[in-house]
């Protein structure tokens, strides 16, 4: 079992940025492919961005893509999500999820809830317009 530990959240002005961090408890990451996804109010979850376990692909949403970068560190054993330009419609519990990593290109098409064997508690993400 994998326990993620998600930090970063807060509350944000709208063009603002915020880093969010993922790490496993107890274990290397070096592995897994991360990817991050959110759920807003009375929405379903939605993915959000994807890396392959060696973190040299990475693919976004439409809705993010050009502002959001996930990055993996192997050193610090993290994954990030670095949020620039922040928008209100961004608002939402952000989780961090992982899965062992299987081929490279096949990890970036890790882009639902399925394909991910273990989630972090979520941290929230506010934006005020």
């Known amino acids: 079992q994998v326990q993620l530990v998600e930090s970063g959240g807060g509350l944000v002005q709208a063009g603002d940025s915020l880093r969010l961090s993922c790490a496993p408890s107890?274990?290397?990451?070096?592995?897994?492919?991360v990817g991050w996804f959110r759920q807003a109010p009375g929405k379903t979850r939605a993915f959000v961005a994807a890396?392959?376990?060696?973190?040299?692909?990475?693919t976004y949403a439409d809705s993010v893509n050009g502002r959001f970068t996930i990055s993996k560190d192997f050193a610090k054993n993290t994954v990030y999500l670095q949020m620039n330009s922040l928008k209100a419609e961004d608002t939402a519990v952000y989780y961090c999820?992982?899965?062992?990593?299987?081929?490279?290109?096949?990890?970036?098409?890790?882009?639902?809830?399925?394909?991910?064997?273990?989630w972090g508690q979520g941290t929230q993400v506010t934006v005020s317009s």
């Open positions: 107890g274990r290397s990451f070096s592995k897994y492919a």
């Open positions: 999820a992982a899965t062992v990593g299987s081929d490279s290109h096949y990890d970036l098409r890790r882009v639902t809830d399925s394909e991910y064997d273990y």
């Open positions: 890396i392959s376990w060696p973190g040299t692909g990475t």
